[in-house]
């Protein structure tokens, strides 16, 4: 069993930045996937950032150019710098993982920290 602990968000002014972290409480190093999604009122959950196949990271369309996701195993934290943030970023930002044991996967996910950017 991993647990998934968000922090880092908060109200921003548009245009300003946001770091998310995401601290696990077991080791992250070998876990397939590795990422950040969000949902916004009324709106599916989306994928956001993550690292997968190969440890390369995925964007959305959506905060290309304007999010990087990094990861620091010895601290088994993942984290998201946000920059340029818009009124449209305004959601719950979720931390996802997955780890595989056999032939079994299993997702964990935090409970999420809110995001909200507004004037």
């Known amino acids: 069993q991993v647990q998934l602990v968000e922090s880092g968000g908060g109200l921003v002014q548009p245009g300003g930045s946001l770091r998310l972290s995401c601290a696990a409480s077991?080791?992250?190093?070998?876990?397939?996937?590795l990422g950040w999604y969000r949902q916004a009122p009324g709106q599916q959950r989306e994928l956001v950032a993550a690292?997968?196949?190969?440890?390369?990271?995925n964007y959305a369309d959506s905060v290309k150019g304007r999010c990087t996701i990094s990861r620091d195993n010895a601290k088994n934290t993942v984290y998201l710098q946000m920059n340029s943030l818009k009124p449209e970023d305004t959601a719950v930002y979720y931390c996802?993982?997955?780890?595989?044991?056999?032939?079994?996967?299993?997702?964990?996910w935090g409970q999420g920290t809110q995001v909200t950017v507004s004037s």
């Open positions: 690292f997968g196949s190969g440890d390369r990271a």
């Open positions: 996802h993982a997955v780890a595989i044991a056999g032939s079994t996967r299993y997702d964990y």
């Open positions: 077991g080791s992250i190093f070998s876990m397939p996937l």
